[in-house]
């Protein structure tokens, strides 16, 4: 029984699909500790993930009850939700009894940094929500650590939810070696079960489909992030996860207006750790890449800024707008150095060829908008071809420049937008950039 509740407490769970058996579950219900609801509400909405578009609660033909139900087509990756399938959860709240965790880090904090994680622990001991507007390379995941840890030790359950795999793929091991005595769960798509009750949840937003009224607090890491921001009923699934009144702690490089206006805890760190300014992009115009690329050659500018980067020995990113035109570019690369890689988010070995790079094997990589952030590799050069198409916008831009200079070794770097004519959002990432580093140097 406690293996139950400590699976289900908080959770909101296909009753078909538990690690469970059958009988444990029927018995929980009959005892009164499960509740049972309809997957699809009578008001034609979705239980789990709360959408209710007509375009996206779809009827079918069922073969599960022989009549007509309709399914959840929006949460259908994990697992379908329909009319005649049943949601359950657990009916009593879990008291979590506070114990010391303990709290393993002997990283010192920047003044900027110290002075956000103060704001934000006051903050959250008034359960207010609180933004952390942060640069690329601010050291934002440090200076959660303090707050956090004051968090749990009173008892809170907290998840830090970011958009992207990659992101909570990068974030858990530096949790777990923070907080080695708490019980640390890692939620995403595909991830192998795990056991206890978890006080500290690292998860992807699209996980929190999969919890109600869980935690006193939730962390939105790259609160700005792609598909976070574009996709509502991921702000409604936070809602949703959260308990009453418990506070969202947003962190962003480059927030929205409207997160800008609603949130009144802010604090502001517009300076790197190492205290060096950000790299401002240059701007070289490569005017018919796409052309260029078709038949099968590398603009001449690219060619000679990779050939200077191999000549000494700097690694390099180059980002580019389409997978496709990164399959017409890698073998054109490989003939300046066969050892060069791509890769893109339909990449399953990704996370490798970028330990890589990281580990000086390969010089460069070709990439998609998937490594634009939580990738950092020491004393990396960065060029973004098309900086100019319609999917680089301000915000993406500024997380690819912010790959650049961010170790204390190599605090500079080139950033080059490559372009074919400037656009509106290229000038609005370099004058943000230019205003982090005045406001930042103040
Ligand atoms: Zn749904
Ligand atoms: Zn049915």
Wanted: charged share 25%.
């Amino acid at each position: 029984m406690k293996e139950l509740q400590d699976f289900l407490a908080g959770r909101i769970w296909l009753r078909d699909f538990t690690p469970f058996s059958r009988e444990v579950i029927d018995k929980a219900v009959n005892d009164g500790f499960i509740a049972v609801r309809k997957g699809i509400t009578e008001k034609m909405e979705c239980a789990r993930c709360l959408n209710n578009s007509e375009d996206t609660i779809v009827a079918f033909d069922c073969a599960r009850c022989g009549g007509i139900c309709h399914y959840c087509r929006h949460c259908i990756r994990m697992g379908r939700v329909s009319s005649c399938t049943e949601l359950i959860t657990w009916k009593e709240p879990l008291e979590i009894s506070s114990y010391s965790h303990s709290f393993l880090w002997n990283g010192e904090l920047t003044n900027l940094q110290q002075q956000a994680s103060d704001e934000l622990k006051e903050s959250l001991r008034r359960n207010e929500p609180h933004l952390v507007y942060a640069v690329c390379g601010a050291g934002k995941t440090e200076l959660l650590f303090p707050p956090l840890h004051a968090a749990l030790s009173s008892g809170k359950r907290i998840c830090i939810a970011a958009p992207r795999t990659d992101v909570v793929l990068e974030l858990s091991p530096r949790l777990k070696s923070v907080f080695p005595g708490t019980i640390i769960h890692t939620l995403y798509g595909g991830s192998p079960s795990e056991e206890g009750f978890a006080q500290l949840v690292i998860a992807t937003t699209h996980q929190l489909y999969r919890f109600e009224e869980a935690f006193d607090l939730v962390v939105v890491d790259e609160a700005d992030a792609f598909p976070y921001s574009y996709d509502p009923a991921l702000a409604r699934a936070v809602k949703k996860s959260l308990k009453t009144a418990a506070p969202v702690v947003y962190v962003s490089a480059t927030p929205s207006k409207e997160l800008l206006k609603t949130v009144s805890n802010q604090s502001r760190i517009f300076r790197r750790f190492h205290g060096h300014p950000l790299p401002v992009p240059a701007y070289q115009p490569l005017w018919s890449y796409r052309k260029s690329f078709h038949s099968n050659k590398i603009p001449v500018k690219l060619v000679e800024w990779v050939k200077t980067q191999l000549e000494s020995q700097q690694p390099f990113m180059i980002f580019f707008p389409t997978i496709e035109m990164i399959k017409q570019a890698e073998p054109l690369f490989k003939q300046l150095d066969p050892r060069i890689k791509a890769v893109h988010s339909k990449d399953p070995d990704r996370k490798e060829k970028v330990m890589m790079l990281r580990n000086k094997e390969i010089p460069g990589i070709l990439t998609s908008t998937i490594l634009e952030r939580g990738v950092t590799i020491e004393n990396v050069q960065v060029a973004i071809v098309g900086a100019d198409e319609e999917i680089f916008e301000a915000s993406a831009l500024i997380q690819m420049a912010g790959r650049a200079g961010r170790s204390h070794e190599y605090p500079q770097g080139d950033v080059i937008f490559f372009h074919n004519g400037i656009s509106r959002q290229m000038d609005k990432a370099r004058d943000l950039i230019k205003s982090y580093n005045r406001e930042g140097f103040r």
